[in-house]
């Protein structure tokens, strides 16, 4: 009796979920093809005002491109030269490993001297700037290693440079005398104090790496390990300067780099590798569709979105942190990919769809996900892991926004982050300790997830748009808007789309466990 009970509220909970997920699904193909007639509304209709726009080649007749954005405007402008020069350094570097059968120091070499040519041509003299601060980062690893006090030397000596490189600007060759003036003359294509920002993450992960080699307790048993032959200065080199991996990333540890070198990457197979590089030029034609066909980014950088009524600025809104998603989505994969052919395996950036994330540490764990590596390795662990997860993100989070960049907005977004992270952190340690004991309470429960997860996307959107396009001063402005009175229609209409984007996030992660 209690079976046939027992079965038929789970056949009643299956049908009441379809039904659920049915309506889930309705809203949200009428809320897209809202927003799709929205923004082309709009891109029609203001196009006119905004910067940023050049002639695209899609439809005929051809459609304004949205090349506002300056990262990637300039990777769309050099992907040809950058596919030619990869395709030919990895078609050297597989062909050198087959023929004189190279490991680890063979590889390295080879690395090093086809990184140096293509950073001859980004840099130029600056290459020295470089060379010079990383060797004094080998010294200082190679002398303080075994000491106690080895990671602060590490950190000050690397924040110094991060500080100092961006304050004045990557340095200029006449502060060693007129003699070598002349050498700024020579700066190359691309500013080299950028990009130095992924090579303090590389030396300081070489710093640890190697402190952590002669230590016998070990907390990251995954991570491939390296020799203690492999930490010479020619690996170290080739690892801070990979090509494929040195402009953008990911970011990954010297230990796995070494290994590679050693041994090349057989997670991927070679059919993998192709089919991952196919789905990338799909993501392409989807940039490529979106920017001729939606102005989101343009209308960020031009102000535009002030003159805008509060339904199209949260458009906007979504339609720029969607672009941006997608935008560094190919920058890093296209990287990745070429890495993956020349044989070493870099942590994946962005695993998950954006739209799939509604809570903050599920977000941080999916964009940049080989930086969030990195910062669990290199910052979590050591400063006391879960213990201190409060006080941790603080720290952690003021270190990501200096790292990108001194901006006061950045800043704002990192503290604005903090402040959202920390009731979701109270929250979720709260939920672990609940045991549903009925239906009701996992009905309750189920409900309660959701109303967060809505109030986590709301939060997270905000602290976007802050850091990335409004900047602190726009952020009264934007609350102003939304209080008005067709704003808090606005916002209970974007509550209500998060909150039904969230249940539907519910419905894929249970139909993956039950996959599994």
């Not at 080739?238 to 050693?262: E, K, R």
């Not at 952690?396 to 977004?413: M, N, Q, R």
Request: hydrophobic share 50%; glycine share 6%.
């Amino acid at each position: 009796m209690n079976m046939s009970k027992n079965n038929s509220k789970s056949k009643f909970k299956q049908k009441q979920n379809k039904v659920e997920l049915l309506l889930l699904i309705l809203y949200v193909i009428g809320f897209y093809i809202f927003c799709i007639h929205r923004s082309l509304r709009l891109s029609r209709d203001h196009f006119s005002k905004l910067r940023g726009l050049r002639v695209g080649w899609l439809f005929s007749p051809a459609r304004l491109n949205d090349a506002s954005d300056d990262q990637w405007r300039n990777f769309r402008t050099n992907l040809p030269i950058l596919s030619l020069v990869f395709g030919i350094f990895t078609l050297l570097a597989n062909i050198f490993r087959k023929l004189f059968r190279l490991r680890a120091r063979g590889m390295s070499f080879l690395w090093f001297f086809l990184s140096l040519i293509y950073l001859s041509y980004l840099h130029g003299a600056c290459i020295l700037f470089i060379f010079l601060i990383a060797s004094s980062n080998f010294l200082l690893v190679k002398i303080f290693a075994r000491a106690k006090y080895f990671t602060f030397l590490l950190w000050i000596f690397n924040l110094g440079f991060l500080f100092c490189n961006r304050i004045y600007q990557g340095y200029s060759f006449s502060i060693f005398g007129e003699y070598w003036e002349y050498l700024d003359n020579f700066r190359g294509t691309f500013r080299w104090h950028i990009c130095f920002n992924l090579v303090v993450l590389r030396m300081i992960s070489f710093g640890y790496d190697y402190h952590w080699a002669h230590q016998e307790s070990r907390f990251d048993q995954e991570e491939r390990n390296a020799h203690m032959n492999d930490y010479t200065f020619t690996t170290y080199l080739s690892y801070l300067v990979y090509a494929p991996l040195y402009i953008a990333g990911p970011i990954i540890s010297f230990n796995s780099f070494a290994s590679q070198l050693d041994v090349p990457q057989n997670h991927y197979s070679i059919k993998e590798v192709i089919w991952y590089g196919l789905r990338w030029v799909f993501g392409l034609c989807l940039m490529e569709l979106m920017t001729h066909l939606f102005y989101f980014n343009a209308f960020a950088t031009s102000a535009s979105w002030k003159m805008l009524s509060p339904m199209d600025i949260f458009i906007v809104g979504y339609g720029v942190i969607n672009f941006m998603w997608l935008k560094f989505f190919l920058i890093w994969r296209f990287f990745r990919f070429c890495s993956l052919i020349a044989g070493i395996e870099a942590p994946e950036n962005m695993p998950k769809c954006i739209n799939n994330c509604h809570d903050l540490e599920s977000f941080w764990k999916s964009w940049h996900a080989s930086f969030n590596k990195w910062i669990v390795r290199y910052m979590y662990i050591p400063l006391g892991g879960s213990q201190r997860k409060l006080i941790n993100i603080w720290v952690i989070f003021t270190f990501v926004a200096v790292w990108h960049d001194l901006e006061w907005k950045l800043l704002s977004w990192a503290w604005l982050t903090c402040l959202f992270f920390v009731p979701e952190l109270l929250v979720k340690s709260a939920t672990n300790a609940f045991q549903a004991k009925g239906a009701l309470d996992g009905f309750i429960f189920r409900e309660l997830r959701a109303a967060g997860g809505t109030i986590t996307i709301t939060c997270l959107m905000v602290a976007n748009l802050v850091g990335y396009v409004i900047g602190p001063s726009g952020f009264s402005w934007l609350i102003s808007q939304f209080l008005s009175k067709e704003g808090l229609n606005v916002f209970g209409f974007m509550l209500l789309t998060f909150y039904v984007g969230t249940k539907l996030m519910f419905h894929i992660s249970d139909a993956k466990q039950s996959m599994q």
